[in-house]
Each structure stands twice: as structure tokens, then as C-alpha cells.
């Protein structure tokens, strides 16, 4: 009985050193990037793709605005060698300042919002999934591509992938 116990602990033990020293590689997260040797900045986003050298990059630009008193947008946008203008954004409604019956009011909207949104994604998973919005003839920009980010933190880890791209040409896989 004890030589079973032993000869089953020394089993055990040598599966977990093989286990150890053989695990594969961690794969990168989808939310990461990755340094590639092509010089071309080529993201992923749930609403298409973009592909550019790294050399054709003359500009690129991150602010901050308020669309129609109704929206807070943030937008990276991409100059280059081209007539096309590429834009990267988030966007989010603005929110009502102070407390009080104001700051009652923005929770029960916030509340309301939350559950719509819960309510959507049910129904289906990417119904609630951002998407570029155009009123043609209004908003369609010649020469302009447009995506829209789910989050001002993947816009803000996209910007800074392009930068570093743009400074150092050095080609890069970046994954919304």
C-alpha cells in the first residue's frame, strides 16, 4: 500500500515538472499588440481593418470634443501620404455636473442605460456593439475611412501603438 502511494506521488510530481518545463508560450492577447519586421501598422477592429505603412504616417493627432451638446467624443486621426484621412474614435453621452436633483437625474439615466443595454444584449450579442453612424449625404466624407472604438481605453492603447509606429517605423499587429 505504501509503495502505491509513493510510486503514485512520484507520478504525480514528475507530471507536474513535464507540465512546467513543456507549457507553450502564452499567447499574446487579443487586446495586445504585436512588433512585426513588414513596417506596416495593421489593426484589427470589430468594425473592419486598417493596414499602413509606417513610413507613409505624416501626422497623427488625439483630442477631445462635445458633438452637439450630446455626445463626448474622443478621435485619433491619421494624416499620410494620401488624400484619405483615417479616424479613430469613442464616444459617450455627455454627463450632467453636480449633485442634487442633477446628480439624482444623471443616475436614474445612467440606471436606464444599463438596462437597455442589458436588455439588448440579450436579444442579440452584438447589438450593443458600437458602430460608425452616416447621414448621406451629411456625414460622408470623401477620402475618410471612420471606426469607433468600444472603449476610451483601447482608444487610448490604439494611439499609443501608433505612435510608436510612427516614431520608429517599426511595423506592428494591434487588436481591438
Known amino acids: 500500500m505504501k509503495f502505491l502511494f509513493f510510486a503514485l506521488l512520484s507520478l504525480l510530481g514528475s507530471a507536474s515538472a513535464i507540465a512546467q518545463n513543456s507549457a507553450p508560450a502564452t499567447p499574446a492577447s487579443p487586446n495586445q499588440e504585436e512588433v512585426t519586421r513588414d513596417g506596416l501598422w495593421d489593426g484589427k477592429l470589430s468594425g473592419g481593418s486598417y493596414l499602413v505603412r509606417c513610413t507613409q504616417i505624416l501626422a497623427l493627432s488625439k483630442h477631445e470634443y ?35 436633483v442633477i446628480g439624482a437625474g444623471q443616475q436614474a439615466i445612467d440606471k436606464a442605460r444599463e438596462m437597455m443595454k442589458d436588455a439588448a444584449s440579450r436579444v442579440s450579442p452584438t447589438l450593443t456593439t458600437p458602430k460608425v453612424v452616416k447621414s448621406y449625404p451629411i456625414s460622408t466624407h470623401a477620402h475618410t475611412v471612420e471606426f469607433v472604438l468600444s472603449s476610451e481605453e483601447r482608444l487610448n492603447s490604439l494611439h499609443a501603438s501608433l505612435e510608436r509606429s510612427f516614431r520608429t517605423g517599426q511595423g506592428r499587429l494591434w487588436r481591438e
Open 66 to 100: 462635445v458633438a452637439d451638446g450630446t455626445a463626448r467624443v474622443v478621435e485619433v486621426n491619421l494624416t499620410m501620404n494620401s488624400n484619405m484621412t483615417v479616424r479613430f474614435y469613442y464616444l459617450e453621452p455627455v454627463r450632467l455636473e453636480g449633485g442634487g
